[in-house]
């Protein structure tokens, strides 16, 4: 989640050369790099470990620079073997680039490492996530995985100790970074990495990223978690970090909008965008929203410590895969979630492609931005049983379920049972994203896509539809995203021999093949030689597309695209698609609709937005009876298209909880109630059946379509599911004004101005709330020992 500083009290943070915390922060004359590679420099820098100097270790850092695992082949993914165990491990990884629409050139803060083999043991594969934060993230996230892998190399005791290495190596990067170049006063990484040794796996964990493993277990496949997110909504990491001083506080409770004396937040699940970070007693610095993390030196003084949770566990035949990601992708997806993704998919890379698609597409629906997202995925293939067990190490015994390992001047519990779980993905809007749906209400200013050039036969439209049916990127949009990216579609002609797009450019199109070949090209080196090799060919019989990670980011293109033959290419651009997700027009109507209701009129944005997702869409053409007058009405419905003509008995035209039955004009004429039945016309725009959330029934009323009508449906349990009962609401609404119109009179005759003049926020006791906003509450408080109430 990083970290967050407000920009009135810049200058209350210490300088990084303060006492406690002596390093030499800047450049040099000479204008050293901060990332230096030198191995020699590694070796003057780490004082915190007694370094191996056996010619292993050396061999193995060398082969961190020389040997680059993290290019792939052209399938997109790379197998390699675990000789002692005899069977394999297939990886894949996606690193993207967050969206930030006040800093688009911000550098992804992400970083990872892949090492196949790691050192020189044919057994051992090492993988990293690295989540930096602050002004200086992306140079503690590089830092930071290039030097936890030295060191675990130079450590004495690798091979013998795994678990005493990765705790050690750290804890030194930790020391090294502050000693580094970099200003980590306010910046920092967490970090989680993963030691595959034989078939055992060691987990090292400081932040909120998150390892998850595979269980199979009969017919289900059950994700594990292999690590739990170190933040303030654990118990045992909010009471740690209290011990070394840190203040926990939403950003509501440090800008007074929230009483900062009563714990506001329950779940990361309902944290609205809005989670507990720790600040230093007199300050509002450095605001961080986990309680671990690699650099950091501000935050280390209240909690933030780089020591890793360290996780032990044995890989069986029933562990299909891993996976290892950044909290971009588990901030709105559970670690079920991504497992049950990841096994519908054969490649790696495609369950990457899917499951780095679907947390953006969900970043874009609940918040204006996206995180940097990265995420890892393993396949294990070939592993069988093994009867004899061997210990991992000589201290610690390998268990069939994931254990935390307590080290020598841990901050980590001892080793416990494994029943922790991380928080649920979190499904709330953000303050922000309700500010931006808010202004969209009040100004109209909706994302509007572009005008169609090519008006598209029914042919095109079904061949178009027929493409993205079962496309990982498109198979979450609503109906209405759906017609709209149809219609965002643009018609390119090629000729043989067209260049679509090259490679190691940017592209920002994805493209569907109406018609013609295509073929993918790239230059590979081979014998010291550039060789070009078509690796693909795209056709329109095969439903070919391709492109959709250019959607999301603009990375440099690993292949060319160029037309073979005469051709039509469908292209999407991703201005548009990014307009697609984060438009709010898929429920922007709803919630005009939902706002005119007098019923709803005082449910905030957020309340509203939850009955707009509940809302169903019925269509009934002209003619058809909408309701019976036998039947009892038993939803509420919004007519967005067309009319209804509603016809009643006029004993309920009477009563005021069937005033929406009236139109304007009918209301002026009182003769016609008279009548023993009533009939009136409701267009579009209109609604009818509130009093069914009210839990009122009416027997003696008949709808029927006007044309072609399509009604917005929402049911009496779909709404208290969503916001709970209207009738408590209603009548805690009524309380509320009765209570603070009585309190408001008492306290104005017996309030002394004076008093007041010296009352802290302390001396305050929060009584009850008078009314919320998607942003704050305003309500009573009393003054403690006066009996004074007065609002606060």
Not at 114 to 142: M, R
Not at 448 to 473: C, N, Y
Not at 748 to 753: E, L
């Amino acid at each position: 989640m990083g970290c967050w500083i407000s920009r009135d009290c810049i200058g209350q943070i210490p300088n990084s050369s303060s006492p406690g915390n002596s390093r030499s922060k800047g450049t040099t004359g000479s204008g050293r790099r901060a990332n230096s590679d030198s191995d020699e420099e590694g070796e003057s820098e780490d004082q915190f470990n007694q370094l191996s100097t056996n010619n292993d270790s050396e061999v193995g850092i060398t082969r961190l620079s020389r040997v680059s695992s993290q290019f792939l082949p052209p399938d997109g993914s790379r197998t390699v073997k675990v000789p002692s165990e005899n069977y394999d491990l297939k990886y894949s990884y996606l690193s993207q680039r967050g969206f930030y629409p006040e800093a688009l050139d911000k550098a992804n803060q992400d970083s990872f490492c892949i090492h196949t083999p790691f050192g020189t043991n044919p057994d051992d594969h090492f993988f990293g996530v690295f989540d930096g934060h602050g002004e200086f993230g992306a140079q503690c996230s590089q830092f930071t995985k290039r030097k936890v892998c030295e060191n675990l190399l130079r450590n004495g005791r690798f091979h013998m100790d795994a678990v005493e290495a990765c705790h050690s190596a750290f804890l030194a990067t930790n020391t090294q970074l502050h000693e580094d170049t970099i200003d980590d006063t306010m910046s920092g990484t967490t970090a989680i990495t993963i030691l595959v040794r034989g078939r055992t796996i060691y987990v090292a964990n400081a932040g909120d990223s998150r390892a998850v493993i595979a269980d199979t277990r009969g017919k289900d496949i059950v994700a594990v978690d292999l690590s739990i997110d170190q933040t303030p909504f654990r118990t045992d990491e909010l009471e740690r970090v209290k011990l070394y001083g840190a203040r926990v506080l939403t950003l509501d409770q440090i800008e007074g909008l929230k009483n900062p004396d009563i714990k506001c937040w329950g779940t990361e699940e309902s944290d609205d965008g809005d989670p507990p970070r720790l600040w230093v007693q007199n300050g509002m610095y450095p605001g961080t929203a986990f309680t671990r993390s690699i650099g950091d030196s501000v935050a280390e003084s209240i909690g933030v410590v780089a020591t890793p949770e360290i996780v032990v566990l044995e890989l069986t035949p029933e562990n299909p895969f891993f996976v290892i990601a950044s909290d971009g992708v588990f901030e709105f997806l559970s670690s079920q979630s991504v497992v049950d993704m990841v096994a519908k998919f054969k490649d790696p890379r495609d369950a990457c492609a899917a499951i780095v698609a679907e947390s953006y597409r969900l970043w874009l629906q609940y918040e204006t931005r996206t995180d940097d997202i990265t995420i890892i995925v393993v396949h294990i293939n070939g592993l069988t049983d093994n009867i004899v067990v061997q210990p991992a190490t000589p201290d610690v015994a390998v268990r069939p379920l994931p254990q935390v390992v307590e080290m020598t001047g841990s901050e980590s519990p001892s080793t416990v049972n494994w029943n922790s779980r991380n928080p649920r993905e979190r499904h709330e809007l953000s303050r922000t994203r309700l500010r931006a749906i808010e202004s969209s209400l009040e100004n109209g200013q909706v994302w509007v896509p572009p005008s169609p050039l090519h008006r598209k036969t029914w042919e095109e439209e079904s061949h178009i539809e027929r493409a993205l049916r079962d496309h990982f990127l498109f198979k979450k949009l609503t109906d209405a995203q759906c017609h709209v990216l149809l219609d965002c579609m643009q018609r390119v002609e090629f000729q043989p021999g067209d260049v679509v797009v090259q490679q190691g450019g940017e592209g920002d199109c994805f493209f569907i093949v109406g018609s013609g070949e295509f073929e993918v090209f790239a230059t590979q080196e081979e014998k010291n030689e550039e060789v070009p090799r078509v690796l693909q060919r795209y056709t329109a019989e095969k439903l070919s597309s391709f492109g959709e990670l250019a959607l999301m980011y603009n990375k440099p293109l690993q292949a060319s695209v160029r037309a073979v033959t005469n051709g039509i290419l469908w292209a999407l651009r991703r201005e548009d698609f990014r307009g697609i997700l984060m438009s709010e027009f898929s429920t922007f109507s709803s919630l005009k609709l939902l706002r005119s209701v007098e019923l709803f009129s005082r449910l905030s944005i957020l309340q509203l937005s939850q009955l707009a997702n509940s809302l169903s869409e019925v269509s009934f053409p002209n003619g058809q009876t909408i309701i019976d007058k036998v039947e009892c009405l038993s939803a509420f419905y919004i007519i967005k298209k067309g009319q209804v003509k509603i016809t009643c008995g006029s004993d309920v035209i009477k009563s005021s909880s069937f005033a929406s039955l009236l139109s304007d004009n009918m209301k002026q004429e009182n003769d016609r109630l008279n009548d023993e039945e009533f009939s009136v016309e409701k267009n579009e725009g209109s609604y009818f059946g509130e009093w069914v959330l009210l839990d009122e029934k009416v027997i003696s009323l008949s709808a029927t379509a006007v044309g072609d009508v399509v009604c917005l449906v929402l049911t009496k349990e779909k709404f208290e599911s969503a916001i709970g009962p209207l009738a408590k609401l209603s009548q805690n609404d009524r309380k509320s004004k009765d209570y603070t119109l009585s309190s408001s009179k008492k306290s104005a005759i017996d309030i002394d101005p004076s008093v007041l003049a010296k009352v802290q926020l302390s001396d305050l006791e929060w009584r009850t709330c008078t009314y919320s906003t998607d942003c704050g509450e305003i309500g009573l408080v009393l003054l403690r020992g006066s009996g004074f109430q007065t609002y606060g």
